[in-house]
């Protein structure tokens, strides 16, 4: 079967898991939001601002490497594993001790013991990093959407059940924990790797520079993402950015899902065609066509019916993140549209590509200590430029690499994006018009009215482009 075959077949099955695993993880944040406060939401991700570029840097890009390398023996296997294991120990030794200083950054001396208990993923991480990259380098798609369709699962359910107890914010730290312990012992199952430690290093100084710019786009991509949680809880509080975080986290939660599939999908595929760009551009642009139509519809829909969805599904406790969210959800597609071209240009051996777009993008950021002024709407204004800009920036660096000129790229998203934003009008002008309508059954009606406008403008204004989509997928 060819690659092209294998990668959309791999697509539909993780498709389909995903979808199913969508629908736990939203049920259960919906839930945790109601059973939670924002100072609970606000504390987490005081907790999760440093440490999270350092569970990025845990394994110092061995895992992209792996993927990507075009040969890989034992040998290579046991000097990974232990640069894994020595990255991993350290950065939990950093933040266990580095604790008190974190919580004083941020005025709050509750953050230490959640770090110090939190940090303790590094050390699980140790028997994920090799296993989870087998799995994606060997292209077994179907089994490891299994593994993490049951992590999502059993996650949802022990985070809920904390939460329902009264753990609080203890109920978001604990799941996180668990579910890198029930996603490790899947891959471990999934792809088992019983080796040792390399006391010899010869012959690893191509893999290590590789893994070592992975690492540092990571970093950089990850501080590019969490610069505004910081500046909001260091210039607010924590309750201004529990209500951002939340904002964030709902929004997203549709990219989040798509973008993890398609970035394990497109780091193993495009890595098996870095010797031929111009291929990788033209199921670059498939991707592309295919991630489309499913950001853009999503999230300006849920734009669209944000007011409901806050009000009804969360309650009026969060009422204040309405208008956050909605902006978060304009520029989300934009974000997940630059980390897809990121991972292509990084699978076909460019990682350098992305450093660039990622530090021309750090160059913005200034804007958010400036829209923070506003409040957290601000903040999201802020972002949603930034977002934009930085667009622009990975289209500048990454298109030339695959042989793919802006129109070409522009012609594939149009069809969703045109459609979308025809649906975005549609359902305005129906808000605007429904001004008694119980909020339920507005919600329930409008949702229905955005996927037939949706529907009806991809049949009536890109018929021919329909039918080439459906054909991606009958393959």
């Excluded at 079967?1 to 099955?13: C, D, Y």
């Excluded at 699980?124 to 593994?147: D, G, Q």
């Excluded at 409040?375 to 999201?380: E, I, P, Y």
């Amino acid at each position: 079967m060819e690659l092209g075959q294998n990668v959309i077949k791999g697509l539909k099955i993780g498709a389909m898991l995903r979808l199913a695993a969508q629908i736990f993880t939203w049920l259960n944040t919906l839930i945790l939001i109601r059973l939670l406060t924002p100072d609970d939401y606000g504390l987490m991700a005081m907790t999760m601002a440093f440490i999270g570029i350092f569970a990025l840097m845990g394994d110092f890009g061995i895992a992209k490497a792996v993927i990507q390398t075009e040969d890989l023996d034992k040998s290579t296997l046991k000097q990974c594993f232990t640069v894994n294991i020595i990255s991993c120990v350290c950065f939990f030794l950093i933040f266990f001790f580095s604790a008190p200083f974190i919580a004083d950054f941020f005025n709050e001396p509750r953050v230490t013991l959640l770090i110090q208990i939190i940090a303790a993923q590094h050390l699980i991480l140790i028997f994920h990093t090799l296993p989870y990259a087998l799995a994606s380098r060997n292209m077994l798609y179907k089994e490891r959407e299994k593994v993490q369709f049951f992590t999502t699962l059993s996650t949802s359910v022990f985070t809920l059940a904390l939460a329902a107890t009264g753990w609080g914010v203890w109920s978001l730290i604990l799941g996180h924990l668990f579910m890198r312990l029930v996603s490790t012992i899947g891959f471990f199952r999934l792809q088992p790797c019983w080796i040792l430690p390399a006391w010899n290093f010869q012959g690893f100084s191509k893999i290590a520079a590789f893994s070592g710019l992975a690492t540092i786009n990571d970093v950089l991509r990850y501080l590019y993402n969490v610069f505004t949680n910081i500046s909001i809880g260091k210039l607010l509080n924590k309750t201004d950015l529990g209500i951002f975080s939340v904002a964030r986290n709902l929004a997203n939660l549709p990219s989040d899902k798509i973008g993890e599939l398609l970035n394990h999908l497109g780091l193993s595929s495009f890595a098996k065609l870095q010797n031929e760009k111009d291929v990788a551009g033209l199921y670059l642009i498939k991707s592309l066509q295919l991630a489309s139509l499913a950001l853009f519809p999503v999230y300006f829909g849920m734009c669209a019916v944000a007011p409901e969805l806050i009000t009804l599904v969360l309650s009026e406790t969060w009422v204040a993140a309405i208008v956050p969210f909605q902006i978060l959800c304009l520029s989300s597609p934009l974000r997940m549209l630059s980390e897809i071209l990121a991972t292509a240009s990084t699978a076909v051996g460019e990682p350098k590509k992305n450093t660039w777009a990622l530090l021309g993008s750090l160059t913005l950021l200034p804007t958010i200590l400036f829209g923070i002024q506003y409040g957290v709407t601000g903040a999201c204004l802020a972002w949603l430029g930034v977002t934009g800009v930085s667009f622009i920036f990975h289209l500048w660096s990454m298109l030339p690499v695959f042989q793919v000129s802006a129109k070409d790229f522009f012609k594939a998203l149009a069809p969703g994006f045109i459609s979308s934003a025809l649906m975005l009008t549609g359902l305005m002008l129906i808000r605007y018009q429904a001004f008694d309508i119980n909020s339920w059954l507005l919600f329930g009606a409008m949702i229905l009215a955005g996927g037939l406008i949706f529907i009806l403008s991809m049949l009536l204004l890109f018929r021919m482009q329909t039918k080439t989509i459906l054909g991606y997928l009958r393959h």
